[in-house]
């Protein structure tokens, strides 16, 4: 049983998810902007620093504990069985886990089999995301993954034969020949296939990928606004009709199975990350293991490892709590940032201070938000603009 | 250094489009005759502030001497003065030319003579000055000297083979161009026993030693420790310092006839030395100023306001220290319903408007936001009494008002007879009366019509310039005020009246005028959460109306994997835009908006 609350019993300074980056795929995929290396040259040495940053982290994180855990890439699942062991070993030996952590595993459904997700299993997820992304073969091949439709769903079957209780699928949509028609399709075919979890991405060209390119040149062409909004609302309506909750813009959940650790970075809560590229959130008060010196203000920093991954495995040997692309985050920032993080959420977010109120009212009076006391939420019309509402109530931060 | 007598001191200025090589030029005779060394040579050392060697346009004379041994073996003083060259400052250049006795007409030896020149050159003969044409940048391959010399002669009406072949660039010319201001520049007349005339051709404040008057002398002697009265305020100063720029200011024992030079007398407001007065000694007081003199005031408003409303007081100081430097800024505090607090200022021109908002922008780091210009209109009350309106948004209530007087202009156009069609539509357009129409030599014609100021300020030029592919050119003065059918046209945007969207309009233009603008206003706001309903009125009437559809969709779909910094910068550069725009109720109004009024014949 996932506690649907992960985020709210910790208290303001605590940390409890880790994000860990496996950044090796079968290969790239067109859209995707994350770290990730076709190939798994490199996967010991890789673990092995992966092991000694977690090691320092967990004594960084002394007392912390740990509700969730979100290993994400890349192809976590293509990794080695036996390293996938080790790491994981090296997660328990290393944090102190609640009763009853979530600890999601992120698969393709080209390296899933029946067999591999008992090994999964063993070695201490309880939680898989399956990146089905499509469930028509010539929507799969413009986006250059490695799986047919077939396989997509079949992967779905197979973590649920091995035992997983908790099994997200990820759907793709606003694709160039992905039509209404064929969305709808899509979903009732992911849905049949009774994932307790879905999320619904907007292709976005991200600058870099293979695919800017192709649009740059002409040869890929994006697909309108109106048509990625209109679909937007198909997912709604076809899995709110299914039983999902929408509890997240693009994130849907049969009761009681929101994702938790992502629900973490939504109510701007703290997390650790290790891994080549892995973004991580930390209270001020941990500065000093990362020998840093928070500047008067700071209540918290962000970071990002760096992209490569020689280089990471270099800087870990160094010294294991090595952090880049630092960002230290005050009060206003954290407001602003709660603020646009929280209402994404169907829950919503606390408003703060008379201003905040005031641009709420006008907000509720146009239709784009509910609030009840403090606590604001975007309507349907609302969420379609969002990015609006949050720097209409975010200037109001101080 | 002794005061040169006057058969060895020339008085000159240069006359040049934009690009045909007036720095260059100005350059190249520095360095000739050591004025200035080849190492120090800035480029352009003329063009002081970094605006106007980027736009290409001088807005502050400026004087340099030069020593000129000449081929006769005698040296000559030779005084560049340098002018302005734009429509806005025709009053500074009339006094920049009446300090010279010649004056160089540079031409493009490719690009033959421009529009915008003639102006200047007439101005120029009317002055009585010797006009030197030279054909520059000769070394261009598409240069055609024959054809310009042809053109001197068919469109100013000047010998043609008395033009000097000239490339400033590669110093072609110069030792020439210097002789031809030696021997056919006359030499300035004058009498040193005379009481003190000396004509102020312009002025700028500095901080360390006040006001800083550049002064032709006329008759008589300026020295340091004498006392002077400006003739026109009747002020008086003692002389600090007298001197020459070479171009480092130099400072000499006395400045005599003929000579041109600075005058420093702790003059703390440049308005205390106004351009076109004449500076006399104040125990001998000449009998009558120099000619000429002519009170400048402002022609065209506009108002100035801060985007950040807490920059009022910073706008404030600096409105007041640009305001030490250009006498002719004024300004007095407004306050908009729909933008707050600001300035309402008054220009000689657009251009002059142009300058003082970037530089407002520019030196003192402000943003800021300037409303469409608008002229001064006068208002006969019922009561009989008159009241000055600078500001749409002011205008009495029409009830109470019997007669509004618009200034009008007697605005000369130098076109190509082809683009006289055109030229005649818009200016009929713009509710202007053919006064006359001449053909000149060259296939030129010269309109003269009687146009509304509060016309021309309203992309006049710009359409003047597109209509004629760029060759006419407009020149014009005020000849006073007349009472026309004038009404006010008010903007909704959101339902709320916009005060500084406001326009005094002619009635029988005025719902043409609202549809034009309400449909550009649709253009320029961007989509907001709201649907935006854009009207136009005319007293309670609704004449246009327009809507801005409302948003449809804004919003990330992945926030996931933890990145939390890239997506707060994404709405930072939104919070980044917003700033820059006026909200007036629910509505983001953008700064262009408030100009939409200048652009609606696009």
Request: hydrophobic fraction near 40%.
């Given at each position: 049983?996932?506690?649907?609350?992960?985020?709210?019993?910790?208290?303001?300074?605590?940390?409890?998810?880790?994000?860990?980056?496996?950044?090796?795929?079968?290969?790239?995929?067109?859209?995707?902007?994350?770290?990730?290396?076709?190939?798994?040259?490199?996967?010991?040495?890789?673990?092995?620093?992966?092991?000694?940053?977690?090691?320092?982290?967990?004594?960084?994180?002394?007392?912390?504990?740990?509700?969730?855990?979100?290993?994400?890439?890349?192809?976590?699942?293509?990794?080695?069985?036996?390293?996938?062991?080790?790491?994981?070993?090296?997660?328990?030996?290393?944090?102190?886990?609640?009763?009853?952590?979530?600890?999601?595993?992120?698969?393709?459904?080209?390296?899933?089999?029946?067999?591999?997700?008992?090994?999964?299993?063993?070695?201490?997820?309880?939680?898989?995301?399956?990146?089905?992304?499509?469930?028509?073969?010539?929507?799969?091949?413009?986006?250059?993954?490695?799986?047919?439709?077939?396989?997509?769903?079949?992967?779905?079957?197979?973590?649920?034969?091995?035992?997983?209780?908790?099994?997200?699928?990820?759907?793709?949509?606003?694709?160039?020949?992905?039509?209404?028609?064929?969305?709808?399709?899509?979903?009732?075919?992911?849905?049949?296939?009774?994932?307790?979890?879905?999320?619904?991405?907007?292709?976005?060209?991200?600058?870099?990928?293979?695919?800017?390119?192709?649009?740059?040149?002409?040869?890929?062409?994006?697909?309108?606004?109106?048509?990625?909004l209109r679909q937007h609302h198909i997912a709604v309506?076809?899995?709110?009709?299914?039983?999902?909750?929408?509890?997240?813009?693009?994130?849907?959940?049969?009761?009681?199975?929101?994702?938790?650790?992502?629900?973490?970075?939504?109510?701007?809560?703290?997390?650790?990350?290790?891994?080549?590229?892995?973004?991580?959130?930390?209270?001020?008060?941990?500065?000093?293991?990362?020998?840093?010196?928070?500047?008067?203000?700071?209540?918290?920093?962000?970071?990002?490892?760096?992209?490569?991954?020689?280089?990471?495995?270099?800087?870990?040997?160094?010294?294991?709590?090595?952090?880049?692309?630092?960002?230290?985050?005050?009060?206003?920032?954290?407001?602003?940032?709660?603020?646009?993080?929280?209402?994404?959420?169907?829950?919503?977010?606390?408003?703060?201070?008379?201003?905040?109120?005031?641009?709420?009212?006008?907000?509720?009076?146009?239709?784009?938000?509910?609030?009840?006391?403090?606590?604001?939420?975007?309507?349907?019309?609302?969420?379609?603009?969002?990015?609006?509402?949050?720097?209409?109530?975010?200037?109001?931060?101080? | 250094?002794?005061?040169?007598?006057?058969?060895?001191?020339?008085?000159?200025?240069?006359?040049?489009?934009?690009?045909?090589?007036?720095?260059?030029?100005?350059?190249?005779?520095?360095?000739?005759?050591?004025?200035?060394?080849?190492?120090?040579?800035?480029?352009?050392?003329?063009?002081?502030?970094?605006?106007?060697?980027e736009r290409g346009i001088t807005i502050k004379a400026?004087?340099?001497?030069?020593?000129?041994?000449?081929?006769?073996?005698?040296?000559?003083?030779?005084?560049?003065?340098?002018?302005?060259?734009?429509?806005?400052?025709?009053?500074?250049?009339?006094?920049?030319?009446?300090?010279?006795?010649?004056?160089?007409?540079?031409?493009?030896?490719?690009?033959?003579?421009?529009?915008?020149?003639?102006?200047?050159?007439?101005?120029?003969?009317?002055?009585?000055?010797?006009?030197?044409?030279?054909?520059?940048?000769?070394?261009?391959?598409?240069?055609?000297?024959?054809?310009?010399?042809?053109?001197?002669?068919?469109?100013?009406?000047?010998?043609?083979?008395?033009?000097?072949?000239?490339?400033?660039?590669?110093?072609?010319?110069?030792?020439?161009?210097?002789?031809?201001?030696?021997?056919?520049?006359?030499?300035?007349?004058?009498?040193?026993?005379?009481?003190?005339?000396?004509?102020?051709?312009?002025?700028?404040?500095?901080?360390?030693?006040?006001?800083i008057v550049y002064v032709r002398v006329v008759h008589?002697?300026?020295?340091?420790?004498?006392?002077?009265?400006?003739?026109?305020?009747?002020?008086?100063?003692?002389?600090?310092?007298?001197?020459?720029?070479?171009?480092?200011?130099?400072?000499?024992?006395?400045?005599?006839?003929?000579?041109?030079?600075?005058?420093?007398?702790?003059?703390?407001?440049?308005?205390?030395?106004?351009?076109?007065?004449?500076?006399?000694?104040?125990?001998?007081?000449?009998?009558?100023?120099?000619?000429?003199?002519?009170?400048?005031?402002?022609?065209?408003?506009?108002?100035?306001?801060?985007?950040?409303?807490?920059?009022?007081?910073?706008?404030?100081?600096?409105?007041?220290?640009?305001?030490?430097?250009?006498?002719?800024?004024?300004?007095?505090?407004?306050?908009?319903?729909?933008?707050?607090?600001?300035?309402?200022?008054?220009?000689?021109?657009?251009?002059?408007?142009?300058?003082?908002?970037?530089?407002?922008?520019?030196?003192?780091?402000?943003?800021?936001?300037?409303?469409?210009?608008?002229?001064?209109?006068?208002?006969?009350?019922?009561?009989?009494?008159?009241?000055?309106?600078?500001?749409?948004?002011?205008?009495?209530?029409?009830?109470?008002?019997?007669?509004?007087?618009?200034?009008?202009?007697?605005?000369?156009?130098?076109?190509?007879?082809?683009?006289?069609?055109?030229?005649?539509?818009?200016?009929?357009?713009?509710?202007?009366?053919?006064?006359?129409?001449?053909?000149?030599?060259?296939?030129?014609?010269?309109?003269?019509?009687?146009?509304?100021?509060?016309?021309?300020?309203?992309?006049?030029?710009?359409?003047?310039?597109?209509?004629?592919?760029?060759?006419?050119?407009?020149?014009?003065?005020?000849?006073?005020?007349?009472?026309?059918?004038?009404?006010?046209?008010?903007?909704?945007?959101?339902?709320?009246?916009?005060?500084?969207?406001?326009?005094?309009?002619?009635?029988?233009?005025?719902?043409?005028?609202?549809?034009?603008?309400?449909?550009?206003?649709?253009?320029?706001?961007?989509?907001?959460?709201?649907?935006?309903?854009?009207?136009?009125?005319?007293?309670?009437?609704?004449?246009?109306?327009?809507?801005?559809?409302?948003?449809?969709?804004?919003?990330?779909?992945?926030?996931?994997?933890?990145?939390?910094?890239?997506?707060?910068?994404?709405?930072?550069?939104?919070?980044?835009?917003?700033?820059?725009?006026?909200?007036?109720?629910?509505?983001?109004?953008?700064?262009?908006?408030?100009?939409?009024?200048?652009?609606?014949?696009?």
């Amino acid at each position: 049983m996932v506690l649907a609350t992960a985020g709210k019993h910790s208290a303001t300074h605590a940390v409890a998810a880790v994000y860990i980056h496996i950044p090796f795929c079968e290969r790239k995929c067109e859209y995707c902007d994350f770290v990730s290396v076709a190939g798994a040259k490199g996967q010991h040495q890789y673990v092995a620093s992966l092991r000694a940053e977690l090691r320092a982290l967990g004594a960084a994180l002394d007392g912390s504990v740990i509700d969730t855990v979100f290993c994400g890439g890349g192809t976590p699942g293509l990794l080695d069985l036996r390293l996938m062991g080790e790491l994981m070993d090296e997660v328990r030996a290393s944090f102190t886990l609640g009763a009853d952590p979530e600890i999601t595993l992120e698969i393709n459904p080209s390296s899933s089999s029946e067999q591999r997700a008992h090994a999964w299993r063993a070695a201490g997820f309880n939680r898989v995301s399956v990146g089905v992304q499509s469930t028509h073969g010539d929507v799969l091949g413009f986006l250059g993954r490695v799986h047919d439709a077939g396989r997509a769903l079949a992967a779905i079957a197979e973590v649920r034969a091995a035992g997983f209780a908790n099994v997200s699928g990820d759907l793709i949509y606003a694709v160039p020949g992905l039509d209404d028609k064929r969305w709808e399709e899509s979903l009732h075919r992911l849905v049949d296939a009774g994932p307790d979890h879905i999320s619904c991405y907007e292709l976005t060209v991200e600058a870099g990928t293979p695919l800017h390119r192709a649009v740059a040149a002409g040869r890929a062409r994006v697909v309108d606004a109106d048509s990625a909004l209109r679909q937007h609302h198909i997912a709604v309506h076809s899995l709110e009709s299914a039983g999902y909750e929408h509890y997240e813009v693009s994130n849907f959940a049969r009761r009681g199975m929101r994702c938790a650790h992502n629900l973490v970075y939504w109510r701007n809560n703290h997390y650790a990350a290790a891994g080549v590229g892995a973004h991580g959130h930390l209270p001020a008060s941990l500065a000093p293991a990362f020998a840093l010196q928070p500047p008067p203000g700071a209540l918290s920093f962000r970071y990002q490892h760096g992209r490569a991954i020689e280089a990471y495995v270099a800087g870990v040997a160094r010294s294991p709590l090595t952090v880049r692309n630092l960002e230290w985050v005050d009060a206003t920032m954290r407001a602003e940032e709660s603020i646009m993080l929280g209402l994404r959420l169907r829950e919503g977010v606390r408003l703060e201070g008379t201003g905040m109120a005031a641009e709420a009212r006008a907000l509720v009076a146009g239709g784009f938000l509910e609030v009840l006391g403090m606590q604001a939420r975007a309507t349907p019309r609302g969420e379609d603009v969002l990015n609006q509402l949050a720097v209409r109530l975010a200037a109001h931060c101080t | 250094m002794p005061s040169s007598p006057l058969e060895l001191i020339r008085n000159f200025c240069i006359i040049a489009h934009i690009d045909h090589g007036k720095s260059t030029l100005a350059d190249r005779l520095l360095e000739r005759t050591g004025t200035v060394a080849m190492r120090d040579m800035q480029d352009q050392l003329l063009d002081t502030l970094d605006l106007e060697r980027e736009r290409g346009i001088t807005i502050k004379a400026q004087a340099v001497r030069l020593d000129y041994i000449a081929a006769s073996g005698r040296t000559y003083q030779l005084n560049l003065i340098d002018t302005p060259g734009h429509v806005d400052f025709a009053y500074e250049v009339s006094r920049s030319l009446a300090a010279c006795e010649g004056a160089l007409l540079v031409v493009d030896a490719s690009q033959g003579i421009e529009a915008q020149t003639l102006a200047n050159v007439y101005a120029a003969l009317e002055a009585d000055l010797e006009v030197i044409p030279v054909i520059n940048k000769i070394d261009l391959p598409a240069a055609d000297p024959e054809l310009v010399r042809q053109e001197i002669e068919d469109v100013i009406g000047l010998p043609g083979d008395g033009a000097i072949l000239a490339s400033a660039r590669q110093g072609l010319g110069i030792d020439e161009i210097l002789e031809a201001v030696v021997a056919r520049v006359p030499q300035p007349s004058g009498e040193v026993d005379g009481p003190l005339q000396a004509l102020i051709f312009d002025s700028k404040y500095d901080a360390y030693r006040g006001v800083i008057v550049y002064v032709r002398v006329v008759h008589g002697v300026i020295r340091q420790g004498q006392r002077v009265r400006m003739m026109a305020t009747a002020k008086e100063f003692v002389v600090d310092e007298v001197g020459v720029f070479r171009p480092r200011p130099t400072s000499m024992r006395t400045l005599s006839p003929g000579e041109v030079g600075y005058v420093v007398a702790s003059i703390k407001d440049v308005r205390d030395s106004k351009v076109g007065d004449t500076v006399t000694d104040a125990d001998n007081i000449a009998g009558q100023p120099l000619p000429g003199y002519r009170t400048v005031v402002p022609m065209v408003f506009a108002g100035i306001f801060p985007i950040n409303s807490e920059d009022v007081q910073d706008l404030k100081e600096a409105l007041s220290k640009l305001n030490l430097n250009d006498a002719s800024l004024v300004y007095e505090p407004e306050s908009s319903v729909a933008l707050g607090f600001g300035f309402r200022c008054g220009f000689l021109g657009l251009l002059h408007m142009e300058i003082v908002q970037e530089r407002l922008e520019r030196e003192f780091d402000l943003e800021l936001l300037t409303t469409a210009p608008t002229v001064e209109y006068r208002v006969r009350l019922r009561t009989g009494e008159m009241v000055a309106v600078d500001n749409p948004a002011m205008l009495p209530d029409p009830a109470t008002v019997d007669a509004i007087e618009e200034p009008r202009t007697r605005a000369t156009i130098f076109v190509p007879k082809e683009y006289v069609g055109p030229l005649m539509e818009l200016c009929q357009d713009r509710r202007g009366e053919l006064l006359d129409m001449q053909y000149q030599p060259g296939d030129r014609v010269a309109l003269v019509y009687d146009l509304p100021l509060g016309e021309i300020i309203h992309d006049f030029y710009d359409q003047l310039k597109s209509r004629s592919r760029g060759y006419a050119s407009l020149d014009y003065e005020i000849t006073g005020f007349r009472a026309e059918k004038l009404v006010k046209l008010d903007i909704l945007v959101g339902g709320q009246r916009v005060d500084a969207l406001s326009m005094i309009v002619h009635r029988d233009k005025a719902s043409l005028q609202g549809r034009k603008l309400a449909e550009r206003l649709r253009k320029l706001i961007p989509r907001q959460l709201f649907e935006v309903p854009i009207q136009a009125a005319i007293g309670g009437k609704i004449v246009a109306r327009e809507t801005v559809s409302a948003m449809r969709k804004d919003v990330l779909a992945k926030c996931y994997g933890g990145d939390i910094t890239r997506k707060r910068k994404l709405l930072e550069k939104q919070k980044e835009g917003k700033k820059r725009m006026k909200r007036v109720g629910n509505v983001e109004i953008p700064q262009e908006a408030f100009m939409a009024v200048l652009k609606l014949d696009e």
